[in-house]
């Protein structure tokens, strides 16, 4: 047996997961639980995910998502990871809450991008962008929790893959996750 | 006079005009606590502090021990309150706490990683609260604020200065500078004043001092508040 305490008799579970307005640091944490990556493959099946670059998310187990709500898109994909997710999962400061994204929240959304595309020194052409591709911004970027129903929470900045690798394992053994003292953190 | 009352079951010591929160940390009994402090009289605001006597919430720092009363502190349901207060503290403040100078040295985040709290739970208020960065040796970041006073304590009672208040109510209470301006700038404050020096979240902070110790070596990176504030008792 195992860390998470897999058995053969036990199925494979589905795992999705995906970054909404976050700088995927919580998914570089994912890929730092190192040679665990070979147990988990044992355990899991990625479905919808940036290591499997599949594009929507099906019937799942656990949708771990890193990131907060800053647009529309956002909001899309949150809802169909809740649709399909039977345990969802916020991962990192920006889906718990809000993150580095949401400290444009006391800031005009048009100020904002008027510093950013138009009074740069230097810029050619300063033109704010209106392609209809580009999800409409939200007027403050949320915590998924504020938008959709959210199971477990693991803050950090980004959590350690020692914090996610614990979560995970707890979680996959059936356990109520937790997370020990020294591997708590928020920042 | 003295006596003795039950702590979660355990007998404590006290001295009469002693509160329960002081008798039972003098036996070595940690109460979480954010706006009080050794050396100012109880203010009771925060809450943090409270415990339940014959069935009835009190808070400790501000209640004196009695003879006998059974005090019960450490509690699922007495913990879980506290959490609340904390997740309430963090919605109704801007606490980000990856870009904070205070982080892994503040008592709230500390209080909130003994608690266990893993999410603020509420919808955030994100409150505007623009900083105050006119002095040239300190910062005011007021989205950090929780109101313990603990500077306008520090900053009447023992700078002599007046240099903090708090005003309006409610979510729109807010921490104040007492100069025509409203500018830490334009007041006789000085890095030195120990109100400079005494609060416990992010807001009142040295300038050019800031992320120097590495994480890890902060003060609540190893231990748990419970933990380092009994052994600064010592
Ligand atoms: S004051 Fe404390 S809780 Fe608030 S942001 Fe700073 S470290 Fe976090
Ligand atoms: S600035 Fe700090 S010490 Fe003063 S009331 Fe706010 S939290 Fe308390
Ligand atoms: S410590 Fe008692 S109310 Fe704040």
């Known amino acids: 047996m195992d860390a998470a305490g897999s058995d053969a008799r036990r199925p494979r579970l589905r795992i999705a997961t995906t970054s909404l307005a976050g700088c995927f640091g919580c998914h570089m944490s994912l890929l730092d639980i190192d040679e665990h990556l070979f147990e988990l493959a044992q355990l899991v099946d990625f479905d919808r995910s940036p290591l499997t670059d599949v594009k929507h998310c099906g019937p799942c187990d656990i949708g771990l998502i890193e990131g907060g709500v800053c647009n529309a898109e956002n909001v899309h994909v949150l ?48 033109q704010i962008p ?58 | 006079m003295s006596g003795t009352f039950l702590f979660d079951g355990q007998p404590v ?23 009080w402090h050794p ?21 400790s720092c501000a209640m004196p021990a009695k003879e006998g009363m ?46 266990e709290m893993l999410t603020p739970r509420f919808n955030h208020f994100f409150p505007d609260r623009p900083v105050d960065a006119s002095h040239p040796e300190v910062l005011l970041d007021f989205n950090r604020c929780i109101f313990c006073e603990l500077c306008v304590r520090a900053s009447r009672d023992v700078d002599g200065k007046n240099v903090f208040a708090l005003t309006g109510r409610g979510i729109h209470k807010h921490l104040v500078v ?24 992010g807001v009142i902070l040295k300038k050019r001092v800031g992320f120097a110790q590495p994480i890890g070596a902060r003060k609540y990176d190893a231990q748990p508040i419970h933990v380092v504030a009994m052994q600064e008792d010592k």
């Open chain 2, 70 to 115: 059974e005090v019960e502190s450490n509690t699922p349901e007495i913990n879980g309150e506290r959490r609340a207060l904390l997740q309430m503290l963090f919605v109704e403040g801007n606490h980000f706490c990856p870009s904070c100078e205070k982080s892994g040295n503040c008592q709230l985040q500390a209080l909130a990683y003994d608690l």
């Open chain 1, 130 to 187: 209106d392609d209809p591709e580009l999800p409409l911004l939200l007027d403050k970027v949320r915590p998924i929790h504020e938008v959709v129903r959210v199971d477990y929470f693991v803050p950090g900045c980004p959590p350690s893959g020692e914090a996610l690798w614990k979560f995970l394992t707890d979680l996959l053994a059936g356990r109520t996750p937790r997370l020990p003292y020294h591997l708590l953190h928020y920042d």
């Open chain 1, 79 to 126: 809802r169909e990871f809740r649709r399909h997710c039977k345990i969802l999962v916020a991962v990192g400061a920006c889906a718990v809450n809000g993150g580095l994204p949401a400290q444009r929240n006391h800031f005009d959304l048009g100020v904002c991008l008027q510093q950013v595309y138009q009074c740069r020194e230097g810029l050619a052409a300063p």
């Open chain 2, 39 to 59: 050396d100012f009289p109880p203010h009771g605001s925060c809450k943090l502090c409270i415990v339940k006597v014959a069935g009835r919430h009190v808070s």
């Open chain 2, 178 to 201: 007492n100069a025509e301006s409203g500018r830490l700038a334009d007041t006789d404050f000085s890095a030195a004043d120990l109100a400079a020096n005494i609060c416990p979240v």
């Open chain 2, 13 to 35: 010591p006290f001295t009469d005009g002693q509160t329960i929160l002081q008798a039972a940390r003098a036996a070595g009994h940690y109460i979480a606590h954010l706006c």
